[in-house]
């Protein structure tokens, strides 16, 4: 049987535990099976660079990861992936910033990655190449005589062309991708802004599978929607909504209910939006004060960026507003924190919430949304105010849908998802439920590794309702 070989720009080593536990090592948890091997950044800074390649391994999976110098990781990562490649996919043309030397920098690191896996692959091994970070590694692993099969699957949006040839250098980008053998996107929408894409800059035309050829290599663009697992997060609820921590929330808000947000801290989260419309929703419905308090959890990321700097700062301005118009002594309308919090505790919190506010500018897919109804009681769910530009939309149309742009429909989203009947949120929840229970980590993983194994096969089609 064929080894897979995980590729990613971060490898979640095995001392990682917790909040530190990122979407995608939970994703690939049962692809991950003894003798497998994750290969990537160690996240750490030397002199040396990728000289020498560490190995740990843990329930007979390897973790091998490599260093990256100081320079490499400010071109690699934070100025190109992060400063260009990032807000270019999130469709956000005026925060991006690109530098040919990063570009440079950026194809440089793909290619120490490369070389650096090489001497560790054998020759039937299947490769999966994850994110934006890593466009180029299967053009660099061809360019030293790997033959293997390799995929590559985006966590991002990807855009149409009239936004993605704004980048320079984008054609080059373009070609890198077409040296996989599998492309795979989380939404239709995505699949064919990428196809639309090769079609329009290189020429190509796809059939009606996603397949085409160019220069002779056979490549397929897959729809492969990401999920969880949905019984196991159920049950993570049950217990820590009965924990420590979700009783001191409980305690804390006194007769008055959850509302919650999970996010990192990006522009792309659409966190200004959201909490604007917070303060619009106690405004134009004073019924609901006292009655709810909203928590948002936003993590720390890229604190290198001047313009997350600038986010922070706009978030504390909006919360200290908030909070000075609308508090009472013994009632907070808005709760923000910035550290990261673990899984099992934010199920616990998820259980407790009457509403979840899932409102990203342009998002991938985002699991919060799928983890948010996964962790509701049966008998009573709390109501899901989901993105339409979310990844998830395309699949969780029973959510309540709002335009992340407007905090007026998202504030009227909150009244009528807290004003909401018993008898609408269950069957609203239900229909949410079977399509998070159906569409899988297990599954995601599953259809795209047997789609890189045969390509000619057709994709196990998953459950999907577009959104007008």
Same mark, same amino acid.
């Given at each position: 049987? =064929?080894?897979?070989?995980?590729?990613?720009?971060?490898?979640?080593?095995?001392?990682?535990?917790?909040?530190?536990?990122?979407?995608? $090592?939970? $994703?690939?948890?049962?692809?991950?099976?003894?003798?497998?091997?994750?290969?990537?950044?160690? &996240?750490?800074?030397? @002199?040396?660079?990728?000289?020498?390649?560490?190995?740990?391994?843990?329930?007979?999976?390897?973790?091998?990861?490599?260093?990256?110098? #100081?320079?490499?990781?400010?071109? %690699?990562?934070?100025?190109?992936?992060?400063?260009?490649?990032?807000?270019?996919?999130? %469709?956000?043309?005026?925060?991006?910033?690109?530098?040919?030397?990063?570009?440079?920098?950026?194809?440089?690191?793909?290619?120490?990655?490369?070389?650096?896996?090489?001497?560790?692959? /054998?020759?039937?091994?299947?490769?999966?190449?994850?994110?934006?970070?890593?466009? =180029?590694?299967?053009?660099?692993?061809? +360019?030293?005589?790997?033959?293997?099969?390799?995929?590559?699957?985006?966590?991002?949006?990807?855009? =149409?062309?009239?936004? %993605?040839?704004?980048?320079? /250098?984008?054609?080059?980008?373009?070609?890198?991708?077409? +040296?996989?053998? @599998?492309?795979?996107?989380?939404?239709?929408?995505?699949?064919?802004?990428?196809?639309?894409?090769?079609?329009?800059?290189? &020429?190509?035309?796809?059939?009606?599978?996603?397949?085409?050829?160019?220069?002779?290599?056979?490549?397929?663009?897959?729809?492969? =929607?990401?999920?969880?697992?949905?019984?196991?997060?159920?049950?993570? +609820?049950?217990?820590?909504?009965?924990?420590?921590?979700?009783?001191?929330?409980?305690?804390?808000?006194?007769?008055?209910?959850?509302?919650?947000?999970?996010?990192?801290?990006?522009?792309?989260? &659409?966190?200004?939006?959201?909490?604007?419309?917070?303060?619009?929703?106690? +405004?134009?419905?004073? *019924?609901?004060?006292?009655?709810?308090?909203?928590? *948002?959890? $936003?993590?720390?990321?890229?604190?290198?960026?001047?313009?997350?700097?600038?986010?922070?700062?706009?978030?504390? /301005?909006?919360?200290?507003?908030?909070?000075?118009?609308?508090? #009472?002594?013994?009632?907070?309308?808005? /709760?923000?924190?910035?550290?990261?919090?673990?899984?099992?505790?934010?199920?616990?919190?998820?259980?407790?919430?009457?509403?979840?506010?899932?409102?990203?500018?342009?998002? &991938?897919?985002?699991?919060?949304?799928?983890?948010?109804? $996964?962790?509701?009681?049966?008998?009573?769910?709390?109501?899901?105010?989901?993105?339409?530009?979310?990844?998830?939309?395309?699949?969780?149309?029973?959510?309540?849908?709002?335009?992340?742009?407007?905090?007026?429909?998202?504030?009227?989203?909150?009244?009528?998802?807290?004003?909401?009947?018993?008898?609408?949120?269950?069957?609203?929840?239900?229909?949410?439920?079977?399509?998070?229970?159906?569409?899988?980590?297990?599954?995601?993983?599953?259809?795209?590794?047997?789609?890189?194994?045969?390509?000619?096969?057709?994709?196990?089609?998953?459950?999907?309702?577009?959104?007008?």
């Amino acid at each position: 049987m =064929p080894r897979l070989v995980v590729v990613s720009n971060r490898v979640p080593l095995p001392s990682e535990r917790g909040a530190k536990a990122g979407g995608l $090592a939970i $994703a690939l948890a049962d692809a991950l099976q003894p003798g497998s091997v994750w290969f990537g950044w160690s &996240g750490r800074r030397s @002199v040396r660079g990728s000289a020498t390649t560490h190995i740990q391994r843990s329930d007979g999976i390897t973790y091998a990861t490599i260093d990256l110098t #100081e320079a490499d990781y400010h071109s %690699f990562y934070v100025n190109f992936s992060n400063g260009a490649l990032w807000p270019l996919l999130h %469709f956000r043309l005026g925060l991006l910033d690109f530098k040919s030397e990063d570009y440079d920098g950026y194809r440089s690191v793909n290619r120490q990655f490369a070389a650096s896996l090489l001497p560790l692959l /054998r020759p039937d091994d299947v490769i999966w190449v994850h994110d934006y970070h890593m466009i =180029p590694m299967a053009a660099e692993l061809r +360019a030293v005589g790997v033959t293997n099969k390799i995929g590559f699957f985006l966590h991002t949006p990807f855009v =149409p062309p009239s936004i %993605f040839n704004a980048l320079p /250098r984008s054609a080059e980008l373009l070609n890198a991708l077409c +040296a996989y053998d @599998v492309v795979g996107f989380h939404t239709r929408t995505y699949c064919t802004a990428f196809l639309d894409c090769v079609a329009e800059n290189l &020429g190509v035309h796809a059939d009606k599978d996603g397949r085409f050829v160019i220069r002779g290599h056979s490549v397929r663009a897959i729809v492969d =929607p990401i999920g969880i697992n949905a019984d196991e997060f159920s049950k993570r +609820a049950v217990e820590a909504a009965r924990g420590s921590d979700a009783r001191l929330l409980r305690e804390s808000l006194g007769k008055g209910g959850l509302a919650i947000g999970v996010d990192r801290l990006d522009y792309s989260k &659409g966190l200004i939006n959201r909490f604007e419309a917070i303060g619009r929703f106690f +405004a134009n419905y004073p *019924q609901h004060r006292r009655e709810v308090s909203f928590l *948002q959890i $936003a993590a720390r990321s890229r604190e290198e960026s001047g313009s997350y700097a600038r986010l922070r700062r706009e978030l504390d /301005r909006i919360v200290g507003d908030t909070n000075g118009r609308y508090s #009472e002594f013994d009632w907070t309308p808005l /709760r923000y924190m910035t550290r990261a919090v673990k899984r099992d505790t934010l199920a616990g919190f998820f259980r407790l919430s009457r509403l979840a506010l899932v409102t990203p500018l342009r998002d &991938g897919m985002n699991l919060v949304a799928k983890e948010y109804v $996964a962790a509701q009681d049966a008998n009573d769910p709390g109501v899901l105010i989901l993105s339409r530009f979310a990844g998830a939309a395309e699949e969780m149309s029973e959510a309540l849908i709002v335009n992340p742009y407007d905090s007026d429909e998202i504030a009227e989203a909150m009244h009528i998802g807290l004003s909401m009947d018993l008898e609408e949120r269950q069957e609203r929840w239900r229909s949410l439920h079977k399509k998070v229970s159906v569409n899988t980590a297990e599954r995601f993983c599953s259809v795209f590794l047997k789609l890189l194994a045969h390509p000619e096969t057709h994709p196990e089609r998953p459950s999907l309702r577009a959104i007008s």
